[in-house]
């Protein structure tokens, strides 16, 4: 199963949620469009503890920290949609995106793009920051809007209750996990919370 980790903004923890999926799923990682550094693909290997999971290059890597059309136009690359080809696997396979859902690849096709053309089922990461229910639910909007799959919500930061509760119940969707804020961030802390999420995923 590919299942594509979107987040409601940059910063919504899309890498530690994706680390806690292969390591709850001993599944691969793969990242379609990485800007800038450091390489997420290096934070996952080094939050991983099971030997299975493989990590696998990105079909783009753009040095220029911005968003992935913009990157790509400084450095004078072309991305497009048939660029991409999902790597070989017999694994469960995470596939994480670059920033929010509508975060432009080029002049006409978005990162969420990739997600239909990969058919995976989606998982949205949300932080709770003052002005994420209206973020969260415009992208639960935008992702019904073209009929995806989307298993569930991983929500990440310190608690809000309210905001979680308002959330999940104007989407009518899942929680998975809610991700506290770690004074560290280790492979014992993603080992605790790769055990949480298998807990509620199967509920």
Known sequence: MNYFVTGIDTDSG???????????FKADYWKPV??????DRETVKSLVSNSTSRLHDEAFFL????SPHAAARLEDIKIELDHFKVPETTADLIIEGAGGCLVPLNDQ????????????????VADLYLGSINHTLLTMQELRHRNYRIKGIIF??????ESQR???HHSNIRSLLHIEKEKTINREVVRKYADQLLLNWYE
Do not use: M
């Open 166 to 168: 308002i959330i999940l």
């Open 14 to 24: 899309k890498t530690l949620a994706s680390a806690i999926l292969c390591e709850a």
């Open 34 to 39: 990485q800007a800038g550094l450091p390489l």
């Open 63 to 66: 040095k220029t920290a911005a």
């Open 109 to 124: 096709d978005f990162v969420i793009d990739l997600a239909e053309q990969f058919n995976c089922s989606i998982i949205v």
């Open 156 to 161: 990440n930061g310190e608690p809000n209750p």
